[in-house]
């Protein structure tokens, strides 16, 4: 039962052009989410995070919105660009928690 | 730089035999770290949470006799795998919180083939 969900598991857009990535949960105890960016044989790398709490946190061209009675949030990049290229996790915690349930990732490929 | 640091990167082990992977957080001490598994084209599953001076917890299906985890001080836990089977070869990253608001950072991962 896969709690985290990504229904898209690849995404190619323009450069320039915004890349919204999605995902959805069934948990609603999930009450913290993020979003890493992993390469091939790397470690995921850390993006932005959400707690419940809010609808919306920006960090430069990283925006995560979050739905909480859809259960869906969705990471917004803009401008993209070649080096955006990679696969995003989506991630979710509850409780305070350190443990994280992720996604099965969408690869985002942006074209020059 | 890297926050938590993983070592080795790759290894490859022959069957039956038994393979160590370090996990250091650097510059900072951590009290709990996290073990999780990757297979290709799937998502990080969490395996255990390693626990300074006390015994790691293990997920479910998780066998705690063949993925031995030690959290020998507040910056180094060592994830062993024992007796390793080809079915055990996979792409293995821990986690770490530091910082403001427990940011969770990862290793590099390290991939474990077992022939």
């Known amino acids: 039962d896969q709690q985290v969900k990504q229904n898209s598991p690849s995404l190619s857009v323009q450069e320039g052009r915004i890349s919204i990535l999605n995902c959805d949960y069934t948990?609603?105890?999930?009450?913290?989410f993020l979003w890493y960016k992993k390469y091939p044989a790397e470690g995921p790398t850390f993006l932005i995070s959400i707690s419940s709490i809010k609808d919306k946190n920006e960090d430069g061209r990283f925006t995560v919105f979050l739905n909480k009675s859809a259960k869906h949030l969705s990471l917004h990049i803009v401008p993209s660009q070649p080096g955006d290229s990679a696969v995003y996790f989506c991630?979710?915690?509850?409780?305070?928690?350190?443990?994280?349930?992720f996604g099965k990732g969408t690869k985002l490929t942006v074209n020059p | 730089g890297a926050v938590v640091s993983q070592h080795p990167s790759r290894v490859i082990c022959k069957s039956g035999t038994s393979v160590k992977i370090e996990c250091r957080s650097l510059?900072?001490?951590?009290?709990?770290m996290f073990w999780y598994r990757q297979f290709p084209k799937q998502s990080l599953m969490l395996m255990a949470t390693s626990n300074e001076g006390s015994k790691a917890t293990y997920e479910q299906g998780v066998e705690k006799d063949k993925f031995l985890i030690n959290h020998a001080s507040l910056t180094l836990s060592t994830l062993t795998v024992t007796s390793a089977h080809p079915e055990d070869s996979s792409f293995y990253i821990c986690?770490?919180?530091?910082?403001?608001?427990?940011?969770?950072?990862f290793g590099e991962g390290s991939w474990l083939t077992v022939v």
């Open positions: 991630a979710a915690s509850q409780g305070g928690s350190e443990k994280l349930v």
């Open positions: 948990n609603s105890m999930f009450d913290y």
């Open positions: 510059d900072f001490q951590a009290t709990t």
């Open positions: 986690s770490a919180p530091q910082g403001p608001g427990n940011t969770i950072y």
